[in-house]
């Protein structure tokens, strides 16, 4: 049974770069029907989509966190990242990394749900 | 980015129930609709997959419809362990973008 696990700093001062590690257990990153997303929820709020990163690389974005945001895969550690610099009091949520269920095609993606889910971490941006 | 609706935002229901929660898409998303359950404290759920399809392991009591802009999530005879907040997404083109909820309470 595939499980996710995030870690990282759970303290970020403002203006610093919040880094956190979602590790994969019981299944590999590299396998071609999935990619691997992060999903964060502010206290209280809903639930905003990030990015996630294909095993070969490939990445997708929100334009709204765009210009401060990198994934990153770790096939050898099967292990994904995150960063998101230059953070405010406004980036303070739970993080949550998952799995993406996807079916490649040569005309596009198919994404068929996020099935597999860490517990979440969560980071607080404060001085 | 297609903006995700969803009604109502709150509910107040009793056990054996039906209920309805539908979500609207600012645009055609073709059948690309998800449905998560979430509970306090812990990580949303995959419910349904698109728009209709029912993840492997949950209860049969859970059924999505739709396609195009309109889409529904029905619970058929709620239970005491479905209380939680329901979120839709959207998985036609990035950014994958969710509806605000609908928290199911008990009446």
């Known amino acids: 049974q595939v499980q996710l696990q995030e870690s990282g700093p759970g303290l970020v001062k403002p203006s610093e770069t919040l880094s956190l590690t979602c590790t994969v257990s019981g299944g590999s990153v590299s396998s071609d029907t999935y990619y691997w997303s992060w999903i964060r929820q502010p206290p209280g709020r809903g639930l905003e989509w990030i990015g996630n990163i294909y095993y070969s690389g490939s990445t997708n974005y929100n334009p709204s966190l765009k210009s401060r945001v990198t994934i990153s895969v770790d096939t050898s550690k099967n292990q994904f990242s995150l960063k998101l610099r230059s953070v405010t009091a406004a980036d303070t949520a739970v993080y949550y990394c998952?799995?993406?269920?996807?079916?490649?095609?040569?005309?596009?993606?198919?994404?068929?749900?996020?099935?597999?889910w860490g517990q979440g971490t969560t980071v607080t941006v404060s001085s | 980015d297609i903006q995700m609706t969803q009604s109502p935002s709150s509910l107040s229901a009793s056990v054996g129930d039906r209920v309805t929660i539908t979500c609207r898409a600012s645009?055609?998303?073709?059948?690309?609709l998800n449905w998560y359950q979430q509970k306090p404290g812990k990580a949303p759920k995959l419910l349904i997959y698109?728009?209709?399809s029912l993840q492997s392991g949950v209860p049969s009591r859970f059924s999505g419809s739709g396609s195009g802009t309109d889409f529904t999530l029905t619970i058929s005879g709620l239970q005491p362990e479905d209380f939680a907040t329901f979120y839709c997404?959207?998985?036609?083109?990035?950014?994958?973008?969710f509806g605000p909820g609908t928290k199911v309470d008990i009446k």
């Open positions: 998952a799995r993406f269920v996807v079916v490649t095609t040569k005309v596009r993606d198919y994404y068929y749900g996020l099935d597999v």
């Open positions: 997404q959207q998985s036609y083109i990035t950014p994958f973008t």
């Open positions: 698109g728009a209709y």
């Open positions: 645009q055609s998303i073709s059948s690309s």
